[in-house]
């Protein structure tokens, strides 16, 4: 069965579609940025987590769209990232129409290398442009390359560019539109296809082997080079995995390999060895790659201090706590600022919706408290990826996975783990997202499933109210100290055996190899950095914004009705009388002095929205689960707020100012509400919170997952069912924990 070919009659009514694709470290993305500019989309591959990223670019006489695929090292597709390269190029992605080109992008520097992926895409059937990037860094190496004797023996065009300068892309539009011509509705002739590898027989006779049977491996029809993918990639394969279903095929491919094997070549090595060889024949001549030994020396001593086994580890330290210390107290004054932006939106619209108290509530609470709870976290996120790629760009982040994943490997998180991980601590936000720079899916899962364990900001609220209430006024400041400083390691704690659990029982499967390369070092570019930063935030408040938008209306609504005016009067009848007995005075008098006094009105507000949040869905099924919390030593009113806080932890704080009648405009630092803490009492007449209570709902936020931005990430960066399944175990986790803390210092 012939190759897959490409189809040849594309007309120019058509949007032609271009796929970019090269190594890791090939400046593949700021190819990507210079060809489309401003005119991209991101989105997922259809039925996939994947990202996709997309763009336009205007030709002369044509609009193309341009695909970035994820960045490889080989078809072997031993990831979903490098599956759905080979299933895009080869037209099987759903959704997805074969490219009509391929642009690959390759390491001007590292020659040899990137074009092997070149012959493994050349295989595939789709036209080929090559593009040797960072052209600048292979002269400083005093590479020299004769381009043009390059692309006579490839048959395909050669450019030369330098993406993050902007040089060459003018050329490279040009080859791109005349690649495109050749393969449109006007009649020119096409270009002929690029060369390929050829194989030994004993592999041209195990891939006929297994054409013959093809109808029992697959029901469509199998190209000779994804045939090839089966025989070649032994283990691991995403893609061999996907086709081979039956004992029957795997025997057909096992004895296709026996084939291989006779006629002496390993299965295993065949492909290296052919590829190389064949490369090594087509530069011959072409390609002579210098050294500056200064140049090289000189990386070879900093890494040699940045790789050390202590050295390295105490500089990684550092300069992750310097991004920390930057995402919590650089973000915090952006925070306060939008914070106090949207405080002032919503005391502005509410006296004008006084009238209608439903559409004060929906547009004051659920509206402008749901965007304000958006963009709150835009701050953080901005400056971690700010950090995130200057430490990409300038090569640093590949020697810091190597030395984290030392440490971590053992549990199941890569080596790049522990930069979301840490990121976490300021907000579980922006650590969900940053784990998209993890190669292994599994380890990547992993990551997003543990990072909301870290303590992140948004727990020192709840944490500040409940110590400086129940702990420093009965242990002291030292005691109280400790205890803080313990609270946002109980995560961290707790997050290495989960990470083990997990990759041992829950995400299955064997551990991929922790392969990374070691790019050499770069003076990041500024005009790179802040458009990728820019996408970020972008995309962050566009996709994830609408879920936690939605959300915050639903829990608005379960905290609002019903509003039966029942609860009002009922509320105001026993106030009245409270107030009459009080001073004693006729009831009559009592009302009239609280229609007049504003503290009453204040008051008497207060108590109502208490009344009507405890008679709320939400009031109700807080009562209703109370009893599952009671071990933990929690009444109605902190289940009420637990339940509460899902949008955000630090809910719990103006939840707690309704039930105690002092209003939603609460702090951790109201005097008012520790008061009115430290003296509330259950039915029998003891304490709602105790030393050992406050504790337990400590360990409880620490470990649950109320945190609706962090929930909305995790589904955008994997989806829903992971989602609900971390609220669910973190959910579980924080509940044993708090049963644990306050049962266990029961018995003391």
């Known amino acids: 069965m012939p190759e897959l070919l490409t189809s040849r009659t594309t007309s120019r009514s058509r949007t032609a579609r271009i796929a970019l694709v090269g190594n890791p470290n090939t400046g593949k993305s700021a190819l990507f940025n210079r060809l489309t500019g401003s005119r991209q989309r991101v989105g997922n591959f259809p039925g996939l987590t994947i990202e996709r990223k997309s ?59 990137n074009l092997f992926l070149v012959t493994q895409v050349a295989e595939v059937g789709v036209p080929v442009v090559v593009v040797l990037n960072m052209w600048d860094a292979a002269e400083a190496n005093r590479t020299a390359i004769d381009h043009q004797t390059l692309s006579a023996r490839l048959r395909v065009p050669v450019v030369r560019t330098v993406a993050s300068k902007g040089k060459g892309i003018k050329e490279l539009r040009r080859t791109i539109d005349d690649a495109l011509s050749g393969i449109g509705g006007d009649g020119e002739a096409l270009r002929e296809e690029i060369a390929r590898v050829v194989w030994p027989p004993p592999v041209q006779d195990a891939v006929a082997c297994l054409r013959r049977g093809i109808a029992e491996i697959d029901a469509r029809e199998l190209s000779d080079a994804e045939l090839r993918r089966l025989l070649f990639d032994v283990d691991g394969s ?117 009238s209608a108290p439903m559409l004060q509530s929906l547009v004051v609470n659920g509206v402008i408290a749901g965007v304000g709870s958006v963009m709150v976290f835009l701050p953080q996120i901005i400056i971690l990826f700010l950090f995130i790629t200057l430490l990409e760009d300038s090569g640093y982040m590949p020697r810091a996975a190597f030395l984290m994943d030392r440490l971590l490997g053992w549990c199941g998180l890569s080596g790049k783990s522990f930069v979301p991980m840490l990121s976490s601590y300021a907000c579980a936000v922006p650590g969900v997202m940053a784990a998209r720079t993890i190669q292994d899916p599994k380890a990547r899962l992993t990551t997003i499933l543990v990072c909301p364990l870290m303590s992140c900001s948004a727990r020192l ?58 790019p050499p070092y770069r003076v990041p570019q500024p005009r790179d950095m802040a458009y990728r930063v820019w996408s970020r935030g972008r995309e962050f408040v566009v996709r994830a914004g609408t879920v936690i938008f939605a959300m915050s209306i639903v829990i608005w609504a379960l905290s609002y009705f019903p509003r039966n005016q ?20 006729e009831r009559q008098a009592a009302g009239e002095l609280i229609a007049s006094s504003d503290s009453h009105q204040a008051q008497l507000r207060a108590r109502t929205e208490a009344a009507y949040l405890e008679n709320s869905y939400l009031g109700r099924l807080g009562h209703t689960i109370q009893p599952i919390f009671a071990p933990a030593g929690f009444d109605w ?32 630092e109201d005097s008012n509400l520790v008061a009115a803490m430290q003296r509330a009492t259950l039915s029998d007449g003891s304490r709602v919170f105790s030393p050992l209570v406050a504790v337990a709902l400590m360990v409880f936020f620490a470990l649950c997952s109320q945190c609706m931005a962090t929930l909305a990430a995790i589904a955008k960066e994997s989806n829903w069912r992971w989602a609900a399944f971390t609220f669910f175990y973190m959910t579980f986790l924080a509940w044993v924990g708090a049963v644990v803390v306050y049962q266990v210092g029961s018995l003391f």
């Open 238 to 354: 995403v893609f061999a995995d996907s086709i081979v279903k039956s004992d029957e095929a795997r025997d057909r491919i096992e004895k296709a390999r026996k084939h291989i094997s006779d006629g002496g070549w390993n299965p295993t090595q065949v492909e290296s060895l052919v590829r190389y060889g064949w490369l090594d024949t087509l530069l011959a001549g072409i390609h002579h790659s210098g050294s500056d030994r200064v140049r090289r020396s000189l990386g070879e001593s900093v890494d040699d201090l940045l790789t050390h086994r202590v050295l390295g580890v105490l500089i990684f330290a550092a300069i992750m706590y310097v991004v920390f210390q930057s995402i919590y107290t650089v973000a915090t004054p952006f925070m306060d600022w939008i914070e106090a932006v949207f405080s002032w939106l919503g005391g502005t619209v509410a006296p004008l919706l006084a």
């Open 461 to 518: 609220p709840v944490y500040v109210l409940l110590i400086g209430a129940f702990i420093e006024p009965v242990y002291g400041a030292l005691v109280a100290g400790l205890v803080l400083f313990a609270m946002h390691f109980v995560g961290l704690a707790i997050s290495v055996p989960v990470a083990f659990v997990f990759n041992r029982l829950v995400l299955k499967g064997r551990r991929t190899p922790f392969v990374l390369e070691m």
């Open 637 to 668: 009113r902190i289940t009420v707020g637990v339940i509460a806080s899902f949008p955000a932890r630090e809910v719990i704080i103006s939840t707690l100012g309704i039930l105690y009648n002092l209003g939603a405009d609460v702090t951790e």
């Open 55 to 113: 763009g336009r670019m205007r030709l002369p006489d044509r609009e193309v769209e341009i695909i970035d695929l994820p960045g490889l090292y080989s078809l072997a597709a031993l990831s979903p990232d490098e599956q759905i390269v080979l299933d895009v190029l080869s037209g099987n992605a759903p959704g997805e129409e074969r490219p009509d080109l391929v642009v690959c992008v390759v390491d001007a520097s590292n020659l040899t290398r």
């Open 566 to 585: 029942e609860v009002a009067d009922d509320v105001r009848q026993s106030f009245v009388t409270e107030t009459a007995a009080e001073a004693q005075i």
